[in-house]
């Protein structure tokens, strides 16, 4: 019984969660501002929004046909029937529910009771919106090509940038650089995604940016988000060098470089997968890395 839901958490997803939250609290200890406290709430929020968001993408391309005898992904847990749909959408509530009570109890934690408390509440609600919506529903945002959009902005600027003003309590704009590098990394993965599935997409209706751009050009941007992604690190870096460690994430554009060749390459989508756990393992590695550089020695 346990197998089924943890094949449809998708956890090789969670990662790109971590990263966000990883970042935005090195960035807090770059500023003096980390709280460990804040930190471990972040993430378990994070986690749970973003297994919402799988769990909602799992049921919602069910019910709108998607996920059909042509699916080019690994198979999906409603899809097989291995969980009934009444059983995801329960599960549904329950990560919802979790995941707005640990967003509360983080925001309540870090800003006190404050006008600052009752906007990123509106931001939870958002996310936690953002989260179901992508292919759940009816006009999910993701039927429309928004997916990259809500990415960049809640792994990226909300992501990041949430998670840093959290523990500091202010947004430097030079965070910007690193919240909008780790915003594109997430982008990627959803791209690659969307790449694998073109075909499918395409015959159901689902107009991601692979879809309407096509498959010579989804490459293209592909390669744009990931050297965009790590185009943001490396200024954020030179404007900010207290030491060479710092440089270490660049040990993370070896695994990209190598993803990048394959992915260019690619002329099977369904050989694509293999590359969603690269992606975002070295998502998750270049976001360590960079974070650990940031840490005051």
């Not at 010579?216 to 690190?233: D, T």
């Not at 404007?239 to 060749?261: E, N, T, Y």
């Amino acid at each position: 019984m346990l197998r089924p839901w943890l094949h449809a958490f998708r956890l090789r997803t969670l990662p790109l969660a971590m990263s966000s939250i990883i970042t935005g609290s090195a960035l807090a200890a770059f500023f003096h501002g980390f709280r460990w406290p804040v930190f471990c709430l972040a993430l378990v929020t994070a986690v749970l929004l973003q297994v919402l968001s799988n769990l909602a993408n799992d049921l919602g391309d069910h019910l709108h046909g998607t996920d059909g005898q042509s699916r080019v992904g690994p198979q999906r847990a409603v899809q097989s029937g291995a969980i009934a749909p009444k059983a995801m959408l329960r599960a549904m509530w329950v990560c919802g529910l979790l995941a707005l009570v640990t967003g509360l109890a983080l925001v309540i934690l870090a800003l006190g009771l404050s006008a600052g408390t009752l906007v990123f509440f509106l931001i939870g609600l958002l996310a936690i919106g953002a989260a179901v919506k992508y292919t759940f529903g009816n006009n999910p945002y993701g039927y429309a090509g928004l997916g990259d959009v809500s990415v960049l902005l809640f792994f990226g600027l909300v992501g990041v940038g949430g998670t840093l003003f959290l523990h500091t309590g202010m947004f430097p704009r030079a965070a910007l650089l690193p919240a909008l590098g780790i915003g594109l990394l997430c982008a990627a993965v959803l791209n690659l995604n969307n790449m694998r599935d073109i075909q499918g997409d395409a015959a159901n209706g689902k107009r991601t940016v692979a879809v309407q751009l096509g498959t010579k050009a989804a490459k293209r941007y592909h390669a744009l988000l990931v050297y965009g992604g790590l185009a943001c690190l490396v200024i954020f870096t030179t404007s900010h060098f207290k030491g060479w460690w710092q440089w270490a994430f660049v040990l993370g554009f070896l695994p990209l470089d190598r993803h990048l060749r394959v992915v260019q390459r690619n002329s099977v989508p369904r050989e694509l997968d293999p590359q969603m756990k690269v992606l975002s393992l070295s998502t998750l590695v270049t976001a360590l890395l960079f974070s650990l550089g940031l840490i005051p020695g």
